[in-house]
């Protein structure tokens, strides 16, 4: 894959549809001065590169200096956006609300107080429509700034009914700011450390949500509250893998836009998150007709306009979509038949590189190891764990660490015995140091310790012991996070059946006995 481009103007080129692109000339070429026609120059010149060069670009656009750059590409920007604003404003409910607002400003620098105030007044029943209570606080501002400078006589008790407006608006908007700040928090604890890992994790988190959490959640009334108080108890839940919790909220989450449709245009990416959030649910719980039936929707919600036309729509929803696909085939046992749609994902990586967060591309080499793992070739999952363990980043420990693990057993299974010993004293520090080593995890070092000195035919005794041990820590929450990652269970149980891991993972799925083996 390309390195990322930090440039911003090359970024902005490169997202833009053929149909923007073509608006954008129509838009520029409108203007006969020498600064627009360079910007074309520049445009096409940064359209036409792969990755950015400034040399590059300085060669194509030869009418520009060097020293000229810099102001250019800063010019060419903001047209690129003025270009955006112009033909996307009917589809985005915050660019057409600023619009009126504009409206109304201007009408009230020309004096026309009375007109202005008849504006805000159709913005504020728009905002309202709209859940937009942020810019609802705007208008009123507004509103009031009038009224303070000038008699208008508009309406009697119109400042009463003003200050009252703004005060239960205020209140809103404090709810909201609280619930979001938790929702984010938590996600972002979730990020950089995944699931709770012992009781001391669990009592951490649990006393900071139960700190921050609003005491007045009774009032929460509006579309934004609701989908914010959601989500918060959706990362609570999910970080003390408590699956029952995390799916009735995730399915409020996505019901909010069932009782509020139009709100689908409007928050397409919340609604889009909250559908990968109820799939994994389904996936946790292991309720295989929900999650079926739930992906079909969400594959047919990925072919509607309000996501094919937009980009980052696009993106999200591939993103979720094909995560969903890939546990799918690890419900159903289906390891070698995922394999397929490695090479689409593989191109989509490499198309979207830019756009995408290290997070999810993480998930996706793991996901893919795992498929590879299942399938019986450990060669590629050694190679898909390679670009986790070698990619320095501080994300997702938990990913970091059974990436490391898996690594052990894929080298395990090719009988790498003499790496093996290096490596498993490696990845023993490396999860004692993150403070990652579960009961699960001590069990399985233990095991592959022994078992450098063990003779063929004394193997089979010793993971009969592990296996009996291991089912023992099962239904311990805290230990559950080993089974999700990798389904251990499977995988001695193939050793013992000497068949591959898929068609033990396979067998459980058809006796409606699922595991999963990916979070």
Known sequence: MPNRSSDALFQLVKSLEKSEKRNFKLYIKRNSASEDLQSIQLFDALDKMEEYDEAQLLKKSKSLKKQQLSNAKAHLYREILTSLRLIRQEANIDILLHEQLDHARILYNKG??????KVLDKIKENAKAHNQTTFLLQILFFEKTIEALHITRSMQDRADRLTSEVDEVNAHLQLMSKLSNLALKLYSWYIRNGVARNEKDEIAVQEFFEKNLPADLSECSGFYEKLYQYQSFCWYA??????????????????LFEKEPYMLAIETSHYIKGMHNLLGAHFDLMNYPRFTETLRQFEEFSQSPIVTGNI?????????????????HFLDGTFTEGLELVPYIEEKLGEYWIYLDRHRILVFYYKIACLYFGSGDYERTIDYLNKIINWKVDLRTDLQCYSRLLHLIAHYELGNYQLLEYLTKSVYRFMAKMENLSLVEEEIFRFLRKSFNLSPDRIRPELEKLLEKLKKYEKNRFETRAFVYLDIISWLESKMENVPVQDVIREKYLKGGRRAIMP
Request: without cysteine; hydrophobic residues 40%.
């Open 112 to 117: 026309l107080y009375l007109q202005s105030l």
């Open 238 to 255: 999910f970080i003390r893998q408590d699956f029952l919790m995390y799916y009735r909220y995730t399915q409020r989450w996505v019901d």
């Open 312 to 328: 980052n729509n696009r993106i999200q929803t591939f993103v979720y979509l094909y995560i969903s696909k890939l546990n799918k």
